[in-house]
């Protein structure tokens, strides 16, 4: 019942294959958990794949919030994507959003998770502790760039840290997946 090749999708560059690896759409049934207007449903899976929450996105351009997260689910508990990353890989890239995940991801660079924000709580700081490497390909707006400020003497302390400065008017999830490969080949 989800439409993976919706338009909504199909502008932000996401690919219907992508869409479908990520159980990502237009959801167009009732739902006590997606609140109109939020119809692209993501789902988000804890590191051993159970699904936890499905988030909602609303596609109206003049929302104020743009996501909804359901009632006692604690983004800051978990990333997203972090069940589809190898146990035995040494590097992630960590991206602020969902789709700036997928757009990694779907540009062949699967060791890819997503704050579902601009902040790092100590829980999301663990469960990125199994990594020696970190790439930071953060949104380079004010709250990313200052997010990154943030985040990278934290990270730094344990890990060997890469930190991506994108110039002004381009978004991680605006990318596509040549620039985003001539970004982090020569990274990961």
């Not at 990694?104 to 829980?123: D, H, K, P, R, Y």
């Not at 400020?149 to 381009?170: I, M, Q, S, Y």
């Amino acid at each position: 019942e989800v439409d993976y090749s919706h338009e909504y999708l199909l502008k932000r560059g996401i690919k219907p294959d992508t869409a479908k690896e990520f159980c990502v759409g237009f959801y167009a049934g009732k739902s006590s958990v997606i609140k109109d207007p939020y119809r692209i449903v993501i789902p988000v899976r804890n590191e051993q794949g159970e699904l936890i929450a499905y988030v909602g996105r609303s596609l109206d351009p003049d929302e104020k919030d743009k996501y909804h997260f359901p009632a006692g689910f604690h983004k800051s508990l978990a990333l997203f994507n972090l069940h589809r990353v190898g146990d035995q890989v040494d590097a992630v890239c960590v991206t602020e959003g969902f789709f700036a995940a997928m757009k990694v991801w779907q540009a062949g660079f699967q060791n890819v998770v997503a704050l579902m924000g601009c902040t790092m709580s100590e829980e999301q700081e663990r469960l990125l502790a199994r990594f020696p490497k970190i790439v930071l390909l953060l949104d380079p707006d004010e709250p990313g760039r200052e997010a990154a400020k943030e985040l990278t003497p934290r990270l730094a302390a344990n890990h060997f840290l890469r930190t991506v400065n994108l110039p002004d008017g381009k978004q991680p999830d605006t990318l596509s997946s040549a620039e985003i490969q001539s970004i982090l080949r020569p990274i990961l």
